[in-house]
């Protein structure tokens, strides 16, 4: 398969068939290290650029936690917004065998499964977010509401509180 940046991804094409409007922003990244490091390079801002992370409930089902990609996962909050007495991030080496993604490339839409997704609630301040278009040097600008609604998810505090 090509590697043009101007395929569709599944998150793209999802968007599409949900009719919600957003923008496709692509860059050169021949390393990933991480969200804040590709936010930095392109001049976004921390606060409205969201990382997908991927979690393992105790009851062994999984979750998809989206929050501001110089924050950290709450890992209580983030259980209990699930209902989970506990959750653990998935290991690296399994992002691609649980999300068809890669790491980098993460996102919460189109995963081999649509799994419980949480939005940190900090994304409802902006009319706009930022998140990965679903593979490496590619993000999707749209509503958090929207994001919201086509994982059918729901927003909630799951990241650690500024003292």
């Known amino acids: 398969m090509a590697k043009d940046k101007d395929v ?9 068939r949900n009719k919600v409007a957003y923008k496709v922003n692509t860059y050169e990244c021949d390393e990933f290290i991480d969200g804040v490091h590709i936010a930095d390079m392109l001049g976004q801002p921390h606060d409205s650029t969201f990382k997908t992370l991927v979690a393992q409930g105790k009851s062994g089902g999984y979750y998809v936690f989206a929050i ?12 209990k917004s699930v209902g989970e007495k506990s959750v653990e991030l998935i290991h690296v080496k399994d992002i691609n065998k649980v999300t068809g993604y890669i790491r980098g490339g993460c996102t ?9 997704t949480v939005v940190d609630s900090s994304a409802e301040n902006f009319s706009e977010i930022i998140i990965s ?13 929207d994001l919201v609604k ?3 998810g729901k927003f909630e505090s799951i990241i650690f509180e500024q003292v």
């Open 68 to 79: 501001p990609i110089d924050e950290e996962l709450d890992m209580k909050k983030a259980a």
């Open 8 to 16: 569709k991804t599944n998150a793209m094409r999802i968007l599409d």
């Open 150 to 152: 086509v994982t059918g």
């Open 108 to 116: 919460p839409l189109g995963m081999k499964k649509q799994y419980p």
């Open 133 to 145: 278009g679903g593979r490496l040097g590619s993000q999707i600008f749209l509503d958090p509401q």
